[in-house]
């Protein structure tokens, strides 16, 4: 099982970015992917997550309607979509699956490094 999360970068304030998870190796229609990040010094926390079908999606209070989380089960990718960004939004950010049901999330991606700067 693999998960690459991918596109982030260096971002002004106000900025956006859109970073992709690449799902392989599981039946991916059957996952939640979740979408978590950790800022330097801090614990890691969730971002939000989308549900295996992607009619439902979640978001902490901190990136509601700035944030956006997409997948497309025929391509087995999910997306983030960042809008506003802040400062505060710096971090490394990774994607992670988990089983319909499941409790805990099972595989987790590597990480890309979002960081936003003037």
């Known amino acids: 099982v693999q998960l690459q999360a991918s596109g982030g970068g260096l971002v002004q304030p106000g900025g956006s970015l859109r970073l992709s998870c690449a799902v392989s190796?599981?039946?991916?229609?059957?996952?939640?992917v979740g979408w978590f990040r950790q800022a330097p010094g801090k614990d890691r926390e969730s971002v939000g997550s989308?549900?295996?079908?992607?009619?439902?999606?979640y978001y902490v209070d901190s990136v509601k309607g700035r944030f956006t989380i997409s997948r497309d089960n025929a391509k087995n990718t999910v997306s983030l979509q960042m809008n506003s960004l802040k400062p505060e939004d710096t971090a490394v950010y990774y994607c992670?699956?988990?089983?319909?049901?499941?409790?805990?999330?099972?595989?987790w991606g590597q990480g890309t490094l979002v960081t936003v700067s003037s």
């Open positions: 190796g599981l039946s991916f229609s059957s996952y939640t």
């Open positions: 989308i549900t295996w079908s992607g009619v439902s999606s």
């Open positions: 992670a699956a988990r089983r319909k049901f499941g409790a805990a999330y099972d595989y």
